[in-house]
Every structure is written in structure tokens, then in C-alpha cells.
């Protein structure tokens, strides 16, 4: 299984960014697949996933604000984020049925 992010930059806070993770490897259209993020000091927490049937769950810190979307054509699952905030600052991983990883990519919200 290898999965590629991308999409991560620098931003200012209100801003928005998606990212995305393009999967090789897997079955994709039926994969569960979701985002985990991990601040400086603190442990990898999850933020969003999203199974086969396409239901999604969100972390409490992050809904109404994130999207997580999939295109099975593609395989690509996205991550779109509005109203970024100081502390969404961290390295986002893509996972695929929790047990593979993706390398990250740093999103940075400056205040």
C-alpha cells in the first residue's frame, strides 16, 4: 500500500487548504481511509474518516469546519479545511484501514 500527500502549505488563520492522498495498493473503492494529524509534543489524534459507503465522521475540533470527500475514480481521498486555526497547525497523515500511513505533510496556520 503506498499512499502520497499533498497539499499542505502555509496559511493564515481563516484561510484554507485541501489536501489530498492518492493510494496505490488497495482496494481502494471500498477502503475505509482518514486523516490523523500530529502537533509538536502531542500524540497523532484523527480528524476525519470516511468508510467504503462513503459515511464520514469528524473530530469534534474540526466539524463544520472540514470536509473529507473520496474519488473512487481517482483514488484520492481529499481533505478540504476552512476556517483554519492556530492550533489545526500539524503534520496530516492519510491512513488506509488504520494500518497504513502516509509520509505527512506540515500545514502551518499563522495567527
Known amino acids: 500500500v503506498q499512499l502520497v500527500e499533498s497539499g499542505g502549505g502555509l496559511v493564515q488563520a481563516g484561510g484554507s487548504l485541501r489536501l489530498s492522498c492518492a493510494a496505490s495498493g488497495i482496494i481502494f473503492s471500498s477502503a475505509d481511509m482518514g486523516w490523523y494529524r500530529q502537533a509538536p509534543a502531542k500524540q497523532r489524534e484523527p480528524v476525519a474518516a470516511?468508510?467504503?459507503?462513503?459515511?464520514?465522521r469528524y473530530a469534534d475540533s474540526v466539524k463544520g469546519r472540514f470536509t473529507i470527500s473520496r474519488d473512487n475514480a481517482k483514488r484520492t481521498v481529499y481533505l478540504q479545511m476552512n476556517s483554519l486555526k492556530p492550533e489545526d497547525t500539524a503534520v496530516y497523515y492519510c491512513?488506509?484501514?488504520?494500518?497504513?500511513w502516509g509520509q505527512g505533510t506540515q500545514v502551518t496556520v499563522s495567527s
Open positions: 491512513t488506509a484501514e488504520g494500518s497504513s
Open positions: 470516511i468508510i467504503g459507503s462513503g459515511t464520514t
